[in-house]
């Protein structure tokens, strides 16, 4: 399988800070940069990606930010991944096995695909549908038994503070 990109990591982090907000309030994406410790021009590149995907909205103006599109139960994390990294195959096929000294060179032998090529897909198949079934909401359910007291207080400080 291909290495996911940091982007990935970036957007399910954003992903569920926004889950936190207030109804109808947004977050500056200057504050989601500053939270994750990340460059503001490298989060709203992976933030246009997530809204071009309606996985969140994007409310332009001084008064501005970012929103979930949608209820966190109906966000998948390979919906999430894929605004990101897309949703092209990770394994691409070159048919490297026509190469090989002594190979056939009639095009007839390579009728069947390549039975590397088979495995690969299947097991991202695989990879992709044990992504779909995870929503943001279960990183939510993980974050309320997972992250301490002390951090869900300062997070919940720190969005009561910078949503608008």
Known sequence: MRRLSDGVETALHCMLLLTGLDEGMVLPGKSLAE?????ESYLLKHMRALAARHLVEATPGPRGGYRL???PAEITLLDIVEAIDGSGPAFTCREIRRRAPGAST?????KAD???KTRMLSAEAVWRDALRRQSLADLVADGESMIGQTNRQAIAAFLKAEQR
């Open 69 to 71: 599109a949608r209820a």
């Open 35 to 39: 939270f994750h410790g990340v460059s």
């Open 106 to 110: 009639d095009p007839c032998a390579y």
């Open 114 to 116: 390549c039975f590397i």
